[in-house]
C-alpha cells in the first residue's frame, strides 16, 4: 500500500470545527490597545470594534494600556494612534487597517 492511500483516510478523521472563525479567509488580527479610565476613547473603541465587525469582517481584540492612550495594531504593526487629544475617525482606522491588510498581502 502506498503512503497516498493514507492521506484521505487521514483527512476523513480531521475535525471540523462549526462556528469557529476560518483565519485562511481572514488572517488578519487587530489590536486595539486603550486607555481604561477615559469614558471617550472607552466608548470610542467600542464602536470602532463594532465597524471593524460590520465593514471588515475583523475581530478586534481589545487591550487596556496606559492612560490617554488609543493605539491599533494590525498583524503586530502600529497602524494608527490617537494624536494628542484627538481620536482618529472610524474612517481613519478603517483606511489604516486597509492600507496595511493591502502592504502585507502584496
Known amino acids: 500500500m502506498s503512503a497516498n492511500h493514507f492521506v484521505p483516510a487521514l483527512a476523513r478523521k480531521m475535525p471540523t470545527y462549526q462556528g469557529l472563525p476560518n483565519y485562511f479567509e481572514n488572517p488578519m488580527k487587530a489590536l486595539i490597545k486603550r486607555c481604561s479610565i477615559c469614558p471617550s476613547v472607552l466608548n470610542f473603541t467600542n ?4 465597524a471593524l465587525k460590520r465593514d471588515l469582517d475583523i475581530e478586534a481584540e481589545v487591550e487596556d494600556g ?8 494590525v498583524d503586530g ?30
Not at 464602536?47 to 463594532?50: F, S
Open 47 to 50: 464602536v470602532v470594534v463594532e
Open 66 to 73: 496606559d492612560e490617554g492612550i488609543f493605539l491599533v495594531f
Open 77 to 106: 504593526s502600529l497602524v494608527i494612534q490617537r494624536d494628542g487629544d484627538t481620536l482618529p475617525d472610524i474612517e481613519e482606522v478603517e483606511t489604516a487597517i486597509e492600507i496595511e491588510s493591502s502592504t502585507v498581502s502584496a
